[in-house]
């Protein structure tokens, strides 16, 4: 079972300084108090193309878990592995094309992926080129669109199925001793397969509507950084951030 979420949303802001806003986004939490869980931030390549001019990145995130607390709670930590205070990476990659006016980022969690994948793309777009040429040069100057689709899939389920039937291999006397006891009792005996990815999946969306709140609030705060500070003094706060010389609020 997969299940989707998708949401739109325009940046008061031009295509570049969005774009720009996106890389710096987790860089210090004095430039985006909404990214204290990211831990740390490395990129492991970037170049451009030179055929198409684009910006080809890859970029590996250490978080705070992304599994949903409700959802660590209800499994037993033989399924988890006691996640609760542990971190997870996060695998971004990115294309921007600044000529023709786009930006396709893809971020998916490389930890607890057996219990809960999440796959976030977005696209970033300047206004089309299809309008009005004054319409056009007013909306490139202003907005930055946006369209965000998160894909989540649990595979606790499959995992279920397969236990189960190597169970149904066996004689049906034995099939109990087979299953593990938080699958013979409790809410995933109850739920069935396919009802535990269900609840995980559900439980995740609900919660992601949350974090893409906050992930547009801290843009907003880098995007107004950088329309206070400009780009030097944005790059400025990173660089004192990366040597550790800013003083902690």
């Not at 940046?11 to 710096?24: I, Q, R």
């Not at 193309?49 to 250490?62: A, K, M, Q, V």
């Not at 309008?131 to 669109?145: E, R, V």
């Not at 107004?224 to 660089?239: A, F, K, P």
Request: proline residues 4%; charged residues 20%; hydrophobic residues 35%.
């Amino acid at each position: 079972m997969v299940l989707t979420h998708t949401t739109n949303f325009n940046y008061s802001h031009p295509f570049p300084t969005v774009t720009l806003a996106y890389f710096l986004r987790y860089c210090s939490p004095q430039l985006n108090p909404f990214a204290n869980h990211v831990l740390s931030t490395d990129t492991l390549s970037s170049h451009v193309d030179p055929d198409t001019g684009r910006l080809h990145t890859t970029r590996i995130h250490l978080k705070k878990s992304r599994l949903p607390a409700a959802v660590i709670k209800l499994l037993p930590t033989s399924v988890t592995g006691g996640i609760a205070d542990k971190s997870s990476y996060i695998l971004e990659t990115s294309v921007v094309d600044m000529r023709e006016g786009w930006m396709k980022t893809e971020s998916k969690n490389l930890n607890f992926a057996g219990i809960l994948s999440v796959v976030e793309k977005q696209l970033y777009t300047a206004p089309s080129s299809t309008m009005a040429p004054s319409q056009l040069q007013d909306a490139q100057s202003s907005t930055t669109g946006v369209e965000t689709t998160v894909i989540f899939r649990s595979r606790l389920g499959e995992r279920i199925r397969d236990r189960i039937g190597q169970g149904q291999q066996h004689a049906h006397q034995h099939l109990d001793d087979q299953k593990p006891g938080w699958f013979a009792k409790g809410w995933v005996h109850n739920l069935g397969a396919k009802g535990v990815q269900r609840s995980i999946e559900t439980i995740a969306s609900t919660k992601t509507q949350d974090q893409l709140g906050k992930s547009r609030e801290g843009m907003r705060a880098v995007l107004e950084r950088l329309r206070m500070s400009g780009i030097i003094g944005v790059l400025e706060l990173r660089r004192r951030a990366a040597e550790g010389k800013l003083e902690t609020a």
